[in-house]
């Protein structure tokens, strides 16, 4: 089963160009099975959600992205906005008590190395990335991101790798050449969102990019120059 897990519509994520319906659409003739609607630091309201989907007799799940201290966290099962989820010990505390379910989006911001050609540089950039305080705290990471670049996505699935966490993808749809690139291909099939955290917990799900490209690294053909 097909999800988006991360995407974005105006007017309440106010850098994206979708409007909810269009991408409800889209999504459809993409062949997604499901879409999450994560918009940054705001919380659709229930009732429209349901209503959503009801109107295209299609699976949508109500979502947020919270910009934390510690990076962008895909959240799922929580009501609503608190402050302090800035923090992402503070989120974990409100997901947990929710039972909710926390994944790391884009995980190669701010973490991926500019240069690459060093072995060395570029696993001591996946060590430090795995001591990130708020993935202790995810059920997973964002390998594939519809938006990043094949080597953005490479470091997310070396990091998952290196930290043997399961990953999942979303496109992080802000406008219709987004959507359809990625999804989260899940074993069983999701019903509501609670049904998807218990997936997300149990990790019977991958990445799987629609468009074909490849994103493993072989980390063998960048150069390892030992010390004299």
């Known amino acids: ?30 062949g997604l099975d499901g879409i999450c609607l ?6 659709w309201d229930p009732e429209e959600v349901l209503a959503l989907g009801k109107r295209h007799n299609y699976l949508v799940l109500p979502a947020i992205e919270i910009n934390t201290d510690d990076g962008h966290i895909l959240v799922y099962g929580i009501n609503k ?4 989820m800035h923090r992402s010990g503070e989120l974990a505390r409100h997901v947990g008590e929710a039972n909710g379910a926390m994944v790391a989006a884009h995980p190669y911001r701010r973490q991926m190395p500019w240069y690459m050609e060093d072995k060395r540089d570029y696993q001591d950039a996946l060590v430090r990335a795995s001591k990130n305080p ?6 997973a990471l964002e390998k594939l991101n519809g938006r990043g670049t094949v ?9 998952c790798e290196f930290m043997k966490m399961p990953g999942t993808a979303g496109t992080d749809s802000h406008s219709r050449s987004d959507i359809g690139r990625v999804a989260t291909d899940f074993e069983r099939d999701i019903h509501d969102v609670y049904g998807l955290i218990a997936e997300l917990k149990a990790g019977r799900f991958d990445a799987v990019d629609l468009t074909g490209t490849p994103h493993r690294l072989d980390l063998t ?4 120059q030992d010390p004299a």
């Open 38 to 43: 994560s918009e940054h630091d705001y919380l």
């Open 221 to 224: 053909a960048l150069s390892s």
């Open 134 to 139: 708020a993935y202790q705290h995810c059920a």
């Open 81 to 84: 906005y608190v402050y302090g």
């Open 1 to 30: 089963m097909l999800i988006d897990l991360h995407t974005h519509t105006r007017p309440l994520s106010w850098d994206s160009y979708l409007s909810p319906d269009d991408l409800v659409e889209r999504s459809k003739q993409a």
């Open 151 to 159: 080597k953005e996505n490479q470091f997310s699935a070396a990091l």
